[in-house]
């Protein structure tokens, strides 16, 4: 009977996934379409930021293994209740376009949260829940190919809205198949629709996620999620950052604004197709908490990006991530050059110093912005750092 269900939940957005990319938006233009320079923009800031307060007795850093069982490895932070941690994280893939379908549910209650390009100038976010629940994170949407590497990586429950018949094949050979959720007739919960003054939104329960994959046999248990270090003290040796700019195209941009009161980076989203007249942001709010999106972490990984496959206006993009590569670490104010390295399918990947020492994350929320290997950096004066993504 599992297996009938399971059939006919793949028969159904197999379907209604054929013309996903049918009437997808123009492709946004290349870089050149940029202004020339960013002082337009509402900046400045001249002066770095004041290091924050080093580490008491009171605080104690944790990692990159070894975690006690009331430290949640994904932010180095304890939890209330041990017990929450007896799971796998719980990945949902959560849209950033259309605009009118912001803000986001529950987003602020993430503990990591990767943001990447998709396809035809658009960005979603894969938001891993682990320490925190909530009963109505969206909206949902589909599913891309690099979603499958975080899956293996995290050992994570996968909640998504549909996928391309090309993506959806691939995820459902893997060998985390029983651990996907996707929109389907007889999932509900975990994943339902809901309709707030007409928005008809998909969601996902977090804390119905495990019991969900048990029906189908699947473990859900506490995984090995090593390979983050955390620090209290700020690091020696960074350089001013207290504005960091990604730009995808003309629709998806974003600017975090680091909040010296509360040691946080801020997030402000696009308002406005920018062909020219400039960019516009708002800040990026929680709908549940009313709060503004915050990372205590923002770290910009640069991978390889390839067309799986292009025709006209349909695309499906693959971002590689094997071995090791060039990051960019933000924290407190500033900036450190790292290294991305993971040694394993399996396993969270880890940043490094040059002489290979674990670059050490400030406890707290991860946001990782996936930039290519074709991408622009654009440093200026009073820690502006401004990064505009490219496809080879």
């Given at each position: 009977?599992?297996?009938?269900?399971?059939?006919?939940?793949?028969?159904?957005?197999?379907?209604?996934?054929?013309?996903?990319?049918?009437?997808?938006?123009?492709?946004?233009?290349?870089?050149?379409?940029?202004?020339?320079?960013?002082?337009?923009?509402?900046?400045?800031?001249?002066?770095?930021?004041?290091?924050?307060?080093?580490?008491?007795?009171?605080?104690?850093?944790?990692?990159?293994?070894?975690?006690?069982?009331?430290?949640?490895?994904?932010?180095?932070?304890?939890?209330?209740?041990?017990?929450?941690?007896?799971?796998?994280?719980?990945?949902?893939?959560?849209?950033?376009?259309?605009?009118?379908g912001r803000p986001p549910f529950g987003l602020s209650l993430a503990d990591v949260v990767f943001d990447y390009y998709q396809n035809n100038g658009m960005t979603r976010l894969h938001a891993i829940f682990y320490g925190n629940d909530y009963e109505q994170v969206g909206p949902i949407r589909s599913a891309r190919l690099f979603d499958g590497e975080l899956i293996e990586m995290y050992k994570s429950i996968f909640a998504f809205g549909s996928a391309d018949k090309r993506i959806l094949r691939k995820l459902l050979n893997a060998n985390y198949a029983n651990r996907l959720i996707f929109e389907g007739a007889l999932n509900c919960p975990p994943m339902c629709r809901i309709d707030p003054n007409?928005?008809?939104?998909?969601?996902?329960?977090?804390?119905?996620?495990?019991?969900?994959?048990?029906?189908?046999?699947?473990?859900?248990?506490?995984?090995?999620?090593?390979?983050?270090?955390?620090?209290?003290?700020?690091?020696?040796?960074?350089?001013?950052?207290v504005k960091i700019f990604t730009r995808f195209s003309i629709s998806a941009y974003v600017r975090w604004d680091y909040d010296q009161s509360s040691g946080k980076y801020l997030r402000f989203q696009d308002t406005q197709e920018d062909g020219g007249q400039g960019e516009a942001y708002a800040p990026l709010l929680d709908r549940v908490t009313n709060a503004q999106i915050s990372a205590d972490n923002v770290v910009i990984l640069v991978l390889?990006?390839?067309?799986?496959?292009?025709?006209?206006?349909?695309?499906?993009?693959?971002?590689?991530?094997?071995?090791?590569?060039?990051?960019?670490?933000?924290?407190?104010?500033?900036?450190?050059?790292?290294r991305w390295v993971r040694s394993a399918d399996d396993t969270l990947f880890t940043l490094q110093f040059a002489d290979g020492t674990p670059y050490p994350y400030k406890p707290g929320v991860t946001y990782y912005v996936i930039m290519g290997t074709s991408s622009t950096l654009d440093k200026k004066d009073g820690g502006i750092w401004r990064f505009v993504w490219a496809m080879p």
């Open positions: 009977m599992k297996r009938l269900t399971l059939l006919i939940s793949v028969l159904v957005l197999l379907l209604s996934s054929c013309g996903l990319f049918r009437n997808a938006p123009t492709p946004a233009p290349t870089e050149t379409s940029l202004p020339a320079t960013a002082t337009e923009l509402p900046v400045t800031p001249t002066s770095a930021p004041t290091p924050l307060p080093t580490a008491t007795a009171e605080l104690v850093d944790y990692g990159p293994s070894g975690f006690p069982p009331n430290i949640n490895p994904l932010t180095g932070l304890p939890v209330s209740d041990p017990a929450v941690l007896d799971r796998r994280p719980l990945a949902i893939k959560i849209q950033l376009f259309p605009r009118d007409g928005g008809n939104y998909l969601v996902a329960n977090t804390k119905e996620m495990g019991p969900y994959i048990e029906t189908r046999g699947e473990k859900d248990e506490r995984q090995n999620l090593d390979g983050m270090k955390f620090q209290h003290a700020t690091p020696a040796g960074g350089t001013p950052a390889p990006h390839k067309f799986e496959y292009k025709s006209g206006n349909s695309e499906i993009i693959d971002i590689e991530m094997k071995d090791s590569g060039i990051a960019y670490a933000f924290r407190d104010g500033y900036a450190y050059e790292v």
